[in-house]
């Protein structure tokens, strides 16, 4: 039985329907790092104009309430390929040069689930799930892979430490190829991504095939070629979402080339909130609380849009809290692929996907819980969200960074434990615990069942179900 549906709810799941299509979809995710919630004009942003991406929400369907299950980077994209909670997978925070784990070969990714359906399949861009060679994509289902192995920050280049770390490679397939030398090089990095994933697509116009396109901006350094350069009024971060909307359109043109669009189910979402230190580097969190590395709205709602006509309604948009963790069982449902053997966490959104009812979308996934570094710090249950107390950081009476230099976070609790109602707080600003003690005494049971299987640091759980990362060590 999956996760959510273990914790002592009497809900009603989502319908079990399954979705039938003529064929499987070709597949194309877009990853964002560090981008804001606020940051799309389909996100009611008025500083960056995002066409392309744009054109997806007006062609299908744009969702208010998706989340990231961890609000930074190795953790999030653990979770977005496997359909687990990163802590289950043994796998928590970012991982970094000297790190001698990764993703373990055991666990089943995307790729793996559609490669045997004779799915094509590639990664183009930012892994930061093990740099090892039994880590990478080519040993997690993936064909083909190029890009950076960790944050592009990684690198002698960083502004605070650049002795701390070693010199930033570039991947071809298993091993490095080159190195990404000053900021030249990463300004090539998004048109070089895009132009893989181009010719990636021109190549396997005929088949099916699986693309994930995880790109290294808008996370700093910012970097864009000369065509992009000074042309937002929002900055150079304007300017890096304008060259990332520009690689979405340069792709939906390629399918369109080839008459497959419309075969394709399009994604695009982003690993986490805005790196708030970064003040006029970083982006925005539309009005929600904090940003990346804290687990108020502002660090795990992202943006989530999602084009594929022979099942998404044109124009249409869904309220219901879904999350990463939903886009491997969702991907086996629209593809008709086996499902893991081991147990997962998400549940296919196909059902939502594919409905403009607004009744489904208000029902939708209800629980969610939200992990940091092996800390249970909050969880959704319908529209309420719990804090529980914990220690996170914040620019409260500080002055953002700029040009690239970072400002110093206060560290503070977040306590007491602090009941929120989303649907009429989304800044997470009054505290309403005392005034509804049923919705607590539900919430936290559920909790004490999550510390169960996936453990707690805070508490000292250690969690029945959580299982090891693979390591470099024990091989």
């Known amino acids: 039985m999956l996760l959510w549906l273990t914790f002592g709810q009497s809900i009603h799941a989502p319908s079990n329907d399954q979705t039938t299509v003529e064929a499987p979809p070709n597949i194309v995710i877009v990853f964002t790092d560090d981008q804001g919630w606020g940051d799309l004009s389909c996100y009611d942003s008025e500083d960056i104009p995002t066409p392309n991406i744009d054109r997806l929400a007006q062609e299908g369907m744009r969702f208010l309430n998706f989340y990231t299950s961890q609000p930074v980077c190795s953790a999030a994209r653990a979770s977005l ?6 802590n289950r997978l043994g796998i928590s925070g970012a991982l970094v040069p000297s790190s001698k784990i990764g993703l373990h070969p055991e666990e089943l ?27 990478l994509p080519t040993a997690q289902g993936f064909d083909e892979y190029c890009g950076i192995p960790y944050s592009n920050d990684m690198w002698p280049g960083h502004p605070e430490s650049p002795k701390a770390w070693p010199p930033l490679p570039w991947y071809e397939q298993d091993k490095p190829a080159r190195i990404i030398e000053d900021l030249d090089d990463q300004e090539q990095i998004t048109a070089e991504l895009t132009r893989r994933a181009v010719d990636f697509i021109d190549r396997n116009a ?35 979402i304008r060259e990332i909307d520009d690689s979405v359109g340069q792709i939906i043109a390629t399918l369109e080339k080839h008459e497959i669009l419309d075969e394709t189910l399009v994604i695009f979402t982003s690993d986490n909130g805005p790196w708030l230190s970064y003040g006029d580097h970083a982006g925005t969190t539309g009005g929600l609380r904090e940003g990346k590395g804290t687990t108020f709205e502002g ?8 084009r594929y006509p022979k099942v998404i309604p044109a124009g249409s948009q869904s309220t219901a809290n879904c999350m990463t963790i939903d886009l491997l069982p969702t991907i086996v449902e629209l593809t008709g692929g ?27 996934r209800p629980l969610f819980f939200w992990y940091h570094r092996g800390n249970l710090e909050a969880m959704v249950w319908r529209k309420w969200k719990l804090h529980f ?87």
């Open 81 to 86: 390929l496997t359909g687990c909670y990163a």
């Open 109 to 135: 990714t995307i790729a793996e689930v559609v490669k045997p359906l004779g799915y094509a399949t590639a990664c183009y861009g930012k892994w930061h799930l093990g740099h090892h060679p039994q880590f």
């Open 206 to 240: 005929g088949n099916r095939f699986l693309l994930y396109v995880p790109h290294s901006m808008p996370h700093v350094p910012l970097a864009t070629t000369a065509k992009f350069r000074q042309t937002s009024r929002f900055g150079p971060y304007g300017d890096v």
């Open 299 to 306: 660090g795990v709602r992202v943006p989530f849009v999602a």
């Open 338 to 364: 086996k499902a893991p053997e081991r147990k997962i966490d998400g549940i296919s959104i196909a059902n939502i996907l594919k409905s403009d009812d607004p009744s489904r979308h208000e029902t939708g």
């Open 389 to 475: 107390p914990h220690r996170y950081r914040s620019l409260e009476n500080r002055e953002p960074g700029n040009n690239g230099i970072p400002a110093k976070y206060n560290y503070q609790m977040q306590q007491p434990l602090s009941l929120y109602d989303l649907s009429t707080d989304i800044a997470e600003t009054t505290n309403v615990s005392e005034q509804n003690p049923e919705i607590m005494a539900r919430l936290l049971e559920m909790a004490a069942e999550a510390r169960r299987q996936l453990g707690d640091g805070l508490t000292k759980s250690e969690g029945e179900e959580n299982r090891r990362p693979g390591s470099i060590e024990s091989n």
